[in-house]
T-cell receptor
Framework: AQSVTQLGSHVSVSEGALVLLRCNYSSSVPPYLFWYVQYPNQGLQLLLKYTSAATLVKGINDFEAEFKKSETSFHLTKPSAHMSDAAEYFCAVSDPYNFNKFYFGSGTKLNVKP | SQTIHQWPATLVQPVGSPLSLECTVEGTSNPNLYWYRQAAGRGLQLLFYSVGIGQISSEVPQNLSASRPQDRQFILSSKKLLLSDSGFYLC??????????????FGEGSWLTVV
């Protein structure tokens, strides 16, 4: 079975500062991992995904995430935060043998201060 | 390109009333379809998924039901709403062909408030 833990329900950074959102997963098989972003009152948009290719994955809006098997982590980073990055971010894990089983973390709300 | 639409966007319903949320996907065939619920501070909970017309898998026992009358249509229903049914409902789809098959894509969401 798969599960996801996102550390920190709220993260606050200053504009221009590094963004680091943490995600740890549990999976009995090599997982597929995803980060989604949700702006207020909207659906989720895919930011990036790891599907067993390169361990460093680049996504939209300069976000990237690194799959670290030894740490069972898939943390999301961005070198310099913009005000427009303020949103809620969800990490998700999927069983690569059953794509109907998608498990989401509880989300991290990112606040960007001017 | 593929698009997903769900409606209504916002709904306020009294306790005990029925519910119908509808979702359609365009630009693809035989998608897998999903209904998720997002309660405040609790992340996303998978409610139902469907791999084909008339095929529904339920993940969480509750007073909600789902139906798939057509290939690209997915409906979430309830005969009698409870206060605890309030939340943000998200429809999603997955392409079962090609390289996009391992990613789920979401609709805009529907806010349901049960009063």
């Amino acid at each position: 079975a798969q599960s996801v833990t996102q550390l920190g329900s709220h993260v606050s950074v200053s504009e221009g500062a590094l963004v680091l959102l943490r995600c740890n997963y549990s999976s009995s098989v090599p997982p597929y991992l995803f980060w989604y972003v949700q702006y207020p009152n909207q659906g989720l948009q895919l930011l990036l995904k790891y599907t067993s290719a390169a361990t460093l994955v680049k996504g939209i809006n300069d976000f990237e995430a690194e799959f670290k098997k030894s740490e069972t982590s898939f943390h999301l980073t961005k070198p310099s935060a913009h005000m427009s990055d303020a949103a809620e971010y969800f990490c998700a894990v999927s069983d690569p043998y059953n794509f109907n089983k998608f498990y989401f973390g509880s989300g991290t709300k990112l606040n960007v201060k001017p | 390109s593929q698009t997903i639409h769900q409606w209504p966007a916002t709904l306020v319903q009294p306790v005990g009333s029925p519910l119908s949320l509808e979702c359609t996907v365009e630009g693809t065939s035989n998608p897998n379809l999903y209904w998720y619920r997002q309660a405040a501070g609790r992340g996303l909970q998978l409610l139902f998924y469907s791999v084909g017309i008339g095929q529904i898998s339920s993940e969480v026992p509750q007073n909600l039901s789902a139906s798939r009358p057509q290939d690209r249509q997915f409906i979430l229903s309830s005969k009698k709403l409870l206060l605890s049914d309030s939340g943000f409902y998200l429809c999603a789809w997955r392409d079962t062909t090609g390289s996009r098959g391992n990613t789920i894509y979401f609709g805009e969401g529907s806010w349901l408030t049960v009063v």
